[in-house]
């Protein structure tokens, strides 16, 4: 069974840093294009970006509303993706998720999600 | 970038009815279209990928359809666990994105 657990959401100020992180389990990590999507409260998702898979160099690619502040990483020794967020800003408050890809070509669509981790930037 | 229109913005109907969301996109997007069923307090989750192919494990109540531009989810037999909020979505090309959602209640 596919699982993706994200953590390290929380409360930071504007301007400040966070990282979160995307546990997986269930599947051959690196065979797979990993994503993270946000979304507002009552809104629709915002996709933010991917990393590739293995046989692609886990090379990334960036939403441009967000490209230069936030960077996708993953550790594929322990099966774990990390979004690294700069410069926060109040827009950036949403519900932060990762996905994996459907099927291993990608990139395609969203085929597992994870449970989501808030993130809030208030002073 | 891609503007997907979905259409309506919400919507209800009565147990048992066929429901049918419509989506646009700016462009073609060569059937790079997915679907995505969001129950209140949950994360989104896949229904339909490549514009009519169905995910695992979702009924076949279920189905897409569409090229081009114009794409739609249809809903048979109208269940009380298909209030939802559903969302389409292309990636076809970067940056992926995402119709504005249609609200599904029963009558």
């Known amino acids: 069974e596919v699982k993706l657990l994200e953590s390290g959401g929380g409360l930071v100020q504007p301007g400040g840093s966070m990282r979160l992180s995307c546990a997986a389990s269930?599947?051959?990590?690196?065979?797979?294009?990993m994503y993270w999507i946000r979304q507002p409260a009552g809104k629709a998702p915002e996709w933010l970006g991917f990393?590739?898979?293995?046989?692609?160099?886990?090379?990334?690619e960036y939403n441009p509303s967000v490209k230069g502040r936030f960077t996708i990483s993953r550790d594929n020794t322990q099966n774990m993706l990390y979004l690294q967020m700069n410069t926060l800003r109040a827009e950036d408050t949403a519900t932060y998720y990762c996905?994996?890809?459907?099927?291993?070509?990608?990139?395609?669509?969203?085929?597992?999600w994870g449970q989501g981790t808030l993130v809030t930037v208030s002073s | 970038d891609i503007q997907m229109t979905q259409s309506p913005a919400s919507l209800s109907a009565s147990l048992g009815e066929t429901v049918t969301i419509e989506c646009r996109a700016s462009?073609?997007?060569?059937?790079?279209l997915a679907w995505y069923q969001q129950k209140p307090g949950k994360s989104p989750q896949l229904l339909i990928y490549?514009?009519?192919s169905l995910h695992t494990g979702v009924p076949s109540r279920f189905s897409g359809s569409g090229s081009g531009t114009q794409y739609s989810l249809k809903i048979n037999s109208l269940q009380s666990e298909d209030v939802a909020s559903y969302f389409c979505?292309?990636?076809?090309?970067?940056?992926?994105?995402f119709g504005s959602g249609t609200k599904l209640e029963i009558k």
């Open positions: 990393i590739r898979n293995k046989a692609n160099g886990y090379t990334t």
């Open positions: 979505q292309q990636y076809y090309d970067y940056p992926f994105t």
């Open positions: 269930g599947f051959t990590f690196t065979d797979f294009y």
């Open positions: 462009e073609d997007i060569y059937n790079g």
């Open positions: 490549n514009a009519n």
């Open positions: 996905a994996r890809e459907g099927a291993t070509e990608g990139p395609d669509w969203f085929a597992y």
